[in-house]
């Protein structure tokens, strides 16, 4: 034990440092370390900094914290060295950027990073991450910057390295976030009108009422006095400004005026179909098609039908294989020639996470089938519960558990859990533990168990009730805590006689509290 169960918060800003920072009955708090003494206690009010937008176990800054002296504030790192004197109105993170500080002086906001620097200056009323997203999370995010006029409100934009992209001179302005590319486009407004930039340089006119990006056609649709248009990611006409409606199917237009209907291509060609929707398939020259029955089919890339639309529902599974849905049977699998892969008999027939498993269920007999990339199936399980894993699928009832591999095949625990000493095993409907030669180590008298955890700690169940035992087969807590759902199996995580739950705000802690969950 660290710190005592004496307070009525802790918070721990950073895991891998022994700072505590504790709140008492009486709404008052101090800073421990990890043998309970008071640290930092030249400094007042000392508190983590809360981040916002990303995810995290436990989400504050992990190299500051701040504090106050005279109603201001600064910043000081986990050794209690001063980073900044306490000059700032306001310290809070910026959303999605940590180890960035929005800060307020003088009224007005700028932003420093954890080293005190400054890196936007206090010239703005709001600054805010535009939310722009990459596999290196927001760090490409630039930022939206207010300042007030007489003439209300005017916007402008900073760049992810802080240099400034485009004045305080527009009344609004969003970065379109699907364009994944080096260079920052946004749709901006000026004097009532909107237009499109690419860094500083306008590719879109600010000549249109409103002007929105369609990711999947890599188009913008435009509208000028209640009509519509069509513009490319240059700038460049596609559809003139002369329909009454404009809608995007995948990499197709459909396009009204007030006697017909018509479908284009992305570059603005006419086509000849009868179809009412086509949805293009991204990892096949086919599209998904629709007809005015509202029947689903298939063609290829040059027209040719494929599949006939004779489907209440197809959706792309993956590979060749796409989820159709035939009436009056259920959800099957066909491949991009309509050959049938999985029949049709299944309620809720879906892909497993990221990975190229499907998952098919048949409620009226409660049971779960799971198929493999070539739709071959893997394992059938009654009463059946799954969990998505990084690197495998647990499927399990109180009676059994297997674990799929992203290639669909069938292992056991021991085959996950490969440092584990113990592993989970029923025998005639009770459940115990057996070590890797399936020697007996707990008796099977459980209702039910989990697997050890990486902290050597493993859930059993009794009469209702959850304990927890280690190792060695130890009783670490007597089976007390009830976290029973209706109609879900329930695995519980320990860390020795407490149980992982999380708090209001999603972050994770661990309780002993007996309540039923």
Known sequence: MVVKNEYKNIIIPNPTKPVFIVTTDDGTSKVLNDVGEEIFTEYNNVEAIEIEGTITELPY?????????NGKYGLIDYAGNAITGAIYDELSSVKYKEGEILAKRNGKYGVINNKGKELIDFEYDEIEADKYYTDNGYSKSGYIVKTTTDDGY??????SNWKTVLDTEYT???????????????????????G?????????????????????????KVE???????????????LDVIYKTINF???????QTYTEDIYFNKNGEKLENAYTAMIKVPDLNYNITVNNENLYGIIDEAGNEKVKNEYLYIEYAFEDYFVAYKSGEGLGVIDKNGNVCIDFKYDVLSKIGEHNLLKGVDMENNVTDVFSGNMQMVISLANASLDIKQDYIEIYNEEKTSYITPNGEVKTAKDIFKNN???????????GFEDKEENEKVQCTYDYVTEFNRFGFAGVKKDGLWGVIDEEG???CECKFNFESEGEIIKPEFLGKYYKTYSENNVIYYSDETEEM
């Open 249 to 255: 199917n995948g990499e197709y237009i459909f396009a």
């Open 154 to 159: 005017r916007y402008g934009y900073i760049s």
């Open 61 to 69: 800054e992990k190299s500051v914290l701040k504090y106050e002296e």
């Open 196 to 220: 499109v930039l690419r860094n500083q340089n306008v590719i879109i006119d600010f000549a249109y009422q409103s002007i929105a990006y369609n990711k999947d056609a890599e188009l913008f």
């Open 172 to 194: 609004s302005i969003g970065r379109i976030l699907e364009i994944e590319s080096n260079d920052i486009y946004l749709i901006a407004a000026r004097n009532g009108q909107y």
């Open 474 to 476: 130890n009783i670490v």
């Open 421 to 431: 000493i113990l592993f989970a095993v029923c025998k005639d409907g009770k459940w």
């Open 224 to 238: 000028r006095s209640g009509q519509f248009g069509v513009l490319d990611i240059e700038g460049n006409n596609v």
